[in-house]
């Protein structure tokens, strides 16, 4: 039994004319007849009763109508699938992402990616805001890991979860007995933060200056890690994802901090799909959410 043997049959049975399903099926009408007939041979029975005027289904045919139509839409299924599968089986995405997320988010996940997608390369590429934007919008990088909303002509946005943003004090800050602070409470401490260009930098001076103050800024780094490290030592505060909290390390607090969050998700260019390997990635990040670790 060969597929185009049921496409011709399904073909009589739409048009009940013999001439029609041929035409429809650009075969010419004996060749048609010649496959059908077939088809009757090899199921030992007639699916058609034949008149001068029309063409009929015979019970056995309208049985089988039901069990044709449901294989070639089995068969289009799996050549679907394995379409998306070829696309998938071998490739390479190219990730960017903000230093403030790559290190807490992406390692397990980025795990379990390969394990499911062994033969996708993924390749991390920690940068600023700006230069990962304009890394997506140069074509350098596939989808970039970044903390919304990005307002820039030319990008699509898939926002994944809303993160609290909390107050990292030395653990014997007179502060650390309080769960939770307000931007009040840091106003005469001095802030150790990220290197300007980083949005988390950014942020946590806008949030200062809409509650009325300029904050110290007594220290910057590029690396979130050493901020922490910083204030481990005892030199100032700062303002970090809840992500990067470190429970293990007990020179360090964290504490709350009222009204404030940063929203996390991935923007990619717009206008046109993405590939298959780059829409796994981003669908596969998008379903872990905040947590896992």
Same mark, same amino acid.
């Given at each position: 039994?060969?597929?185009?043997?049921?496409?011709?049959?399904?073909?009589?049975?739409?048009?009940?004319?013999?001439?029609?399903?041929? #035409?429809?099926?650009? &075969? $010419?009408? /004996?060749?048609?007849?010649?496959?059908?007939? =077939?088809?009757?041979?090899? *199921? +030992?029975?007639?699916?058609?009763?034949?008149?001068?005027?029309?063409?009929?289904?015979?019970?056995?045919?309208?049985?089988?109508?039901?069990?044709?139509?449901?294989?070639?839409?089995?068969?289009?299924?799996?050549?679907?699938?394995?379409?998306?599968?070829?696309?998938?089986?071998?490739?390479?995405?190219?990730?960017?992402?903000?230093?403030?997320?790559?290190?807490?988010?992406?390692?397990?996940?980025?795990?379990?990616?390969?394990?499911?997608?062994?033969?996708?390369?993924?390749?991390?590429?920690?940068?600023?805001?700006?230069?990962?934007?304009?890394?997506?919008?140069?074509?350098?990088?596939?989808?970039?890991?970044?903390?919304?909303?990005?307002?820039?002509?030319?990008?699509?946005?898939?926002?994944?979860?809303? #993160?609290?943003?909390? &107050? $990292?004090? /030395?653990?014997?800050?007179?502060?650390?007995? =309080?769960?939770?602070?307000? *931007? +009040?409470?840091?106003?005469?401490?001095?802030?150790?933060?990220?290197?300007?260009?980083?949005?988390?930098?950014?942020?946590?001076?806008?949030?200062?200056?809409?509650?009325?103050?300029?904050?110290?800024?007594?220290?910057?780094?590029?690396?979130?890690?050493?901020?922490?490290?910083?204030?481990?030592?005892?030199?100032?505060?700062?303002?970090?994802?809840?992500?990067?909290?470190?429970?293990?390390?007990?020179?360090?607090?964290?504490?709350?901090?009222?009204?404030?969050?940063?929203?996390?998700?991935?923007?990619?260019?717009?206008?046109?799909?993405?590939?298959?390997?780059?829409?796994?990635?981003?669908?596969?990040?998008?379903?872990?959410?905040?947590?896992?670790?």
């Amino acid at each position: 039994m060969e597929l185009h043997q049921l496409r011709y049959f399904l073909a009589v049975a739409r048009t009940r004319n013999f001439s029609r399903a041929a #035409e429809q099926c650009h &075969v $010419a009408q /004996p060749s048609l007849s010649q496959q059908i007939k =077939k088809l009757e041979e090899e *199921l +030992d029975e007639r699916l058609f009763e034949r008149t001068k005027r029309e063409v009929a289904l015979t019970p056995a045919g309208e049985v089988f109508r039901g069990h044709a139509e449901r294989a070639l839409e089995e068969v289009e299924a799996a050549r679907e699938k394995v379409r998306e599968v070829r696309g998938l089986v071998r490739g390479r995405v190219v990730l960017g992402a903000l230093p403030t997320v790559a290190p807490y988010f992406l390692p397990a996940r980025l795990r379990a990616f390969a394990e499911k997608f062994p033969g996708i390369e993924v390749v991390v590429h920690e940068d600023t805001t700006n230069r990962l934007v304009a890394a997506v919008l140069g074509k350098e990088v596939d989808l970039a890991l970044l903390s919304l909303p990005v307002e820039r002509a030319g990008l699509q946005a898939r926002e994944f979860f809303d #993160e609290p943003l909390l &107050v $990292a004090l /030395p653990a014997r800050h007179r502060l650390a007995a =309080k769960r939770r602070l307000t *931007l +009040d409470d840091l106003e005469q401490e001095p802030f150790i933060l990220m290197q300007e260009g980083h949005c988390l930098a950014g942020q946590a001076l806008q949030f200062c200056r809409l509650n009325g103050f300029a904050p110290q800024v007594s220290f910057r780094s590029a690396q979130l890690e050493t901020v922490l490290a910083f204030v481990a030592e005892g030199r100032g505060v700062s303002i970090i994802p809840a992500m990067a909290r470190r429970d293990r390390d007990k020179a360090v607090v964290c504490r709350a901090l009222a009204g404030m969050t940063r929203s996390v998700g991935v923007v990619h260019r717009s206008g046109r799909p993405l590939a298959g390997t780059a829409q796994a990635l981003l669908d596969f990040l998008a379903a872990s959410g905040p947590g896992a670790r």
